[in-house]
């Protein structure tokens, strides 16, 4: 199944995210320049001069991560002359981090390093700290993908001139129970399904109807006619949105996710 070069773009958050942004979870969207872009494809883990170790991050416990960080630096950094410096990106990414309450999930145009959690204390994707997000960065596949493959299946494969940027978006945490995944064609949706579907939930089960009817109430009222792939012939399933919201207590839907179909939902897509 082939998929545009365009319609990829379309599913970049940095894409969306403006057109869709009173639905959607705030998020902070910092350009990488190409050295730091290089860095991330580059082989092993080196944190970047003046980053602290995550450790030192911030979890509430009062510790500001100063001093103690930069002595024990070492220990990450490798050879002299060889650790790469990002001053002002790092900068960035910690007023990104305070501005949306200290707490993020890191993706760059496409995916978060959801493979990665076991590199971070927290074991989840929440950073609280610049470390804490390079290094799910650069021990991701997801985000290896975006880096080099994310035109695989497009026709051409030829990857298109595009800015690649770091989305920042505030922490939530979110039980898996309450992830839907809409597949969407021609702008309505032709299924829903659980977004962890291996997993069983008693209250999916027993709240079908329900979920149905305001996933399918929150589309129309909310999302339909919003997005820029909306025309699927001739591949029937083009597009996938991810809704969530936890119940009990109800919190507001929102759109988490968008993508075409042979992203890495695409084995449910065939199922």
Known sequence: MDVSTEEVLNCAIPKWYDNLKAVTIPSVFIPLPEQFVEYLRSDGIILPQGCILPQMCVHGDGDDGSEEGDDDQDGWSGEEGEVPEFTDLLGEMERGIASLGGAVVPKLNWSAP??????????????????????????????????????????????????????????????????????????????????????HFDFVVSHKDQLRDEVVEFFTKYLKGRFFNTNCEPHPLKLSHTLSWIIPPRSPHALLDHAHSISRCGGCVQN
């Open 114 to 199: 959801k493979d990665a959690t076991w590199i971070i204390s927290s074991n989840t994707l929440k950073c609280t700290c610049a470390s804490e997000v390079l290094l799910l960065l650069k021990s991701s596949d997801f985000v290896a993908h975006d880096l080099s493959r994310v035109f695989k299946y497009c026709t051409p494969d030829v990857a298109p001139a595009f800015q690649y940027m770091l989305c920042l978006r505030q922490w939530r945490d979110i039980h898996p129970s309450g992830e839907f995944r809409c597949f969407v064609r021609h702008d309505s949706i032709i299924g829903i399904s659980q977004r962890h579907y291996t997993q």
